[in-house]
């Protein structure tokens, strides 16, 4: 009776949504609780019904309301699809929209209403590596337009954002030499080129990635493939207001690459993995740390069965 106050409603719960995998070339979706620990459950099945549906080492971003599952691997070509879902309501995926070309091992990350895709690998048969940039909107279905260009031709990077600025993480220029350790940075409401951000204690790929509003977060990842020593159990993080190089935050609980990240303002996930590659073994197991509190990742749960190269993404 004293006064006013005024109530915002997001409709984010820190629900994760996991898509896709290999072997097998996974097509289901999982869902997965991020504040309480616990095990993937089902979500729905990649689709449409006509087209690539399987698919494996591709990228997903979301904003609180749809998620976009974007390019990636579906065997036996690599795919520019882009097919999207809706958070709220557990089903199958549906066609977006084509990517500016087809690849797959992009880092991808978004804003509340932009989508951006950053490099990636076209085709073992052409061994084409991308500088590309690419974008789509959220509100609007269709295919993805030009943003701007990365430093150089990458793939296997991963990406973060904040509400304003994306950052693509890693990669490499070439599989025979040492993975990047480069941070580089764009304003996602404003196209153009990425510009140096700092480093990464080491270089890396195929690791893991998320942020909130203030931390962005890589874990795991390779250096070389396919040198087993090489697969990381570090976890960095850097402060995505001001340029500066990463710090170490902690270690996983295993080695691994080509896992997956996904985060609340609070929590981040590693998912799933590889370790090998002799032998090769595929990892189920879902990894958490808390992000403001630097530290070792403990258990959270499991996937449904282990595999390497899904995507995540959450409201």
């Given amino acids: 009776g004293a006064e006013w106050r005024q109530f915002t409603v997001s409709g984010a719960s820190g629900m994760g949504y996991i898509s896709g995998g290999h072997p097998g070339n996974w097509n289901s979706m999982e869902l997965i609780n991020i504040p309480s620990k616990g095990n993937a459950v089902p979500f729905g099945v990649l689709g449409p019904s006509s087209g690539y549906i399987n698919r494996h080492n591709h990228s997903q971003t ?5 998620g976009l599952i974007l390019g990636g691997r579906a065997a036996p070509v690599y795919t520019p699809q882009t097919i999207a ?4 309501t557990q089903g199958n995926t549906f066609d977006w929209g084509d990517l500016t070309q087809s690849r797959a091992y992009t880092g991808s990350c978004a804003s509340s209403t932009r989508s951006v895709s950053m490099g990636g690998y076209e085709t073992p048969t052409t061994s084409t590596r991308h500088n590309v940039i690419d974008y789509f909107e959220f509100s609007t279905k269709g295919n993805a337009l030009d943003f701007g260009d990365l430093s150089a031709a990458t793939y296997g990077g991963s990406a973060a954002s904040s509400p304003t600025r994306g950052f693509h993480i890693g990669g490499n220029t070439s599989p ?10 764009v304003t996602i409401a404003s196209k153009g080129n990425t510009a140096y951000f700092g480093d990464l204690n080491a270089g890396r790929r195929n690791s893991a990635s998320f942020s909130n509003s203030v931390r962005a977060v890589t874990a795991g990842g390779n250096e070389v493939n396919p040198a087993a020593a090489g697969y990381f159990l570090a976890i960095d993080y850097f402060t995505m207001a001001s340029d500066g190089n990463a710090v170490h935050f902690g270690d996983l609980t295993q080695r691994r690459t080509q896992c997956s990240g996904v985060s609340t303002q609070t929590r981040g996930l590693i ?19 808390e992000i403001m509190t630097a530290g070792n990742a403990i258990d959270f749960g499991d996937l449904f069965t282990g595999r390497y190269g899904a995507a995540a993404s959450s409201d």
């Fill in 62 to 66: 979301s904003n609180t309301t749809r």
């Fill in 85 to 88: 879902f809706t958070l709220s």
């Fill in 176 to 185: 025979s030499v040492p993975a990047a350790q480069e941070i580089q940075s």
């Fill in 271 to 289: 998912i799933g993995g590889y370790q090998g590659p002799s032998p090769e073994v595929k990892l189920n197991a879902i990894e958490y740390i």
